[in-house]
């Protein structure tokens, strides 16, 4: 398995509070990404980034925040969560080659009360 | 907008089979389609990787194909076994980066022992 670790595995949390999920890497990848997974949909891409302090939105970012102070952590909040946001999150690395494939963390699952 | 699509969503094979799983995808125009496994509880473990220039690509008992100008990918899994039971997902890149990837919903795949 890739060097990928998320925290926590499993939350359970009420509307409004705020939650941060982390992912550590020891691959030193430039790209890192976050994701959800929901049933009946494909995973889809919440926010990613290219570089320390370098991220962007992807598909589904409203309602989350990224940041990224170390080439090896990327932490995804939800500012204030909503039922909506229960879900399965995963953090994915790639390294910078043409094609570099995808390798994903064993997911935090999220479930908001 | 792409849009990807693996039918069937679920199959039941004996051990020891062939199999093929499908991938569909509507725009033709990508840069590298991916095959993933997921294993229950976990997070997607990439299998295979082609580029918009190659027709195939092997790894082991997988043989993954691409047909760029009828929009599909197959993964042919050669003498099933057991521990191949996942859901296979399959993922279209339309640029370079994998942000751009869009994801399928996945094949429930079972052997049959």
């Known amino acids: 398995d890739a060097g990928i670790t998320q925290s926590p595995r499993h939350k359970v949390t009420e509307t409004g509070t705020p939650v941060t999920l982390r992912c550590h890497q020891t691959?030193?990848?430039?790209?890192m990404y976050w994701y959800r997974q929901d049933p009946g949909h494909g995973l889809r891409l919440i926010h990613y980034?290219?570089?320390?302090?370098?991220?962007d939105k992807g598909e589904v970012s409203d309602g989350y925040s990224v940041s990224r102070s170390k080439t090896e952590d990327f932490l995804l909040t939800l500012e204030s969560a909503t039922s909506s946001q229960t879900s399965v999150y995963f953090c994915a690395i790639s390294g910078t080659g043409h094609n570099s494939p995808l390798h994903f963390g064993n997911g935090t699952r999220l479930t908001v009360t | 907008k792409q849009e990807v699509t693996q039918i069937p969503a679920a199959l039941s094979v004996p051990e020891g089979e062939n199999l093929v799983l499908n991938c569909s995808f509507t725009?033709?125009?990508?840069?590298?389609l991916q095959w993933f496994r997921q294993d229950p509880g976990k997070g997607l473990t990439s299998l295979l990787l082609i580029q918009s220039s190659q027709r195939e690509q092997t790894s082991g008992r997988l043989n993954a194909s691409l047909d760029k100008s009828s929009g599909r990918s197959t993964l042919y899994i050669a003498a099933s076994q057991p521990g191949d039971s996942a859901t296979y997902l399959c993922?279209?890149?339309?640029?370079?980066?994998?942000?751009?990837?869009?994801f399928g919903t996945g094949t429930r795949l079972t052997i049959i022992p």
């Open positions: 980034s290219y570089g320390v302090k370098d991220t």
């Open positions: 691959e030193n990848h430039r790209y």
């Open positions: 725009d033709s125009a990508i840069y590298n």
């Open positions: 993922a279209v890149g339309l640029s370079f980066g994998n942000e751009k990837l869009t």
